[in-house]
């Protein structure tokens, strides 16, 4: 599994590369203020009220860029510095986490297969550390048949996972960009700034998709090479 090792390292090494980007983009627009004012819990509130999503709470938790959107008790999760802030940073992150809120009420299909796909992912996710201890210890080979298709059903589907997180990143930003503009909450530069911070976070989802399919498939080639 050498080959898949070089991938992990490469791809990890571009993962820190755009998470420190999008630290940096962060920080930026952390010191660009609101005009209106507005927290993050502002924002939030306002454009879950504006979708009639009454019913959903909005949590402040530890951490920084830790905020997320939790469908299974309708929670808006928001880190400190988002939850509090009054600024560009803070007001497209509120925006797109809760552009999940309004994915999940109207029944996004992306979402609700990524969310069917979770405890199978969790189960891969544990499997896949045993696999690389067993590779690294010389348990097993890529010559075993069923090491190797253990190892590529663990790796198909945290492939097919990332795959279909991307259009859900993708989406939710887009509702959020959209709110924002139409509310007025971010114009001119703001909103730019807005759209340039939801940007670079969706290449930390970009690059861990690569991630997953090319790990995925150099499995297959090399499964499907050796009978030649």
Known sequence: MGGIYVISILFTV???ILSSRLRSKFNRYSQVPLNNGMSGADI??????SY????VEIIQVDGQLT??????NKT???SY???HGRNVAAAAVAAHECGHAVQHATAYSMLQMRSSLVPLVNFASSIQQYLFM???VGMFSMGNNLFMLIALGVFGVMALFSLVTLPVEFDASRRALAWLDKSGVAYGEQYTGAKDALFWAAM???SAALAALIQFLYLLLQFLGRDE
């Open 204 to 206: 930390t989802y970009v």
């Open 44 to 49: 939030a509130r306002t454009m879950l009220r």
């Open 52 to 55: 009639g999503l009454n019913d």
């Open 81 to 83: 510095d988002v939850y």
């Open 14 to 16: 571009i993962g820190f």
């Open 134 to 136: 067993a590779a690294m």
């Open 76 to 78: 808006v999760n928001l």
């Open 67 to 72: 905020d997320h959107y939790n469908p299974q």
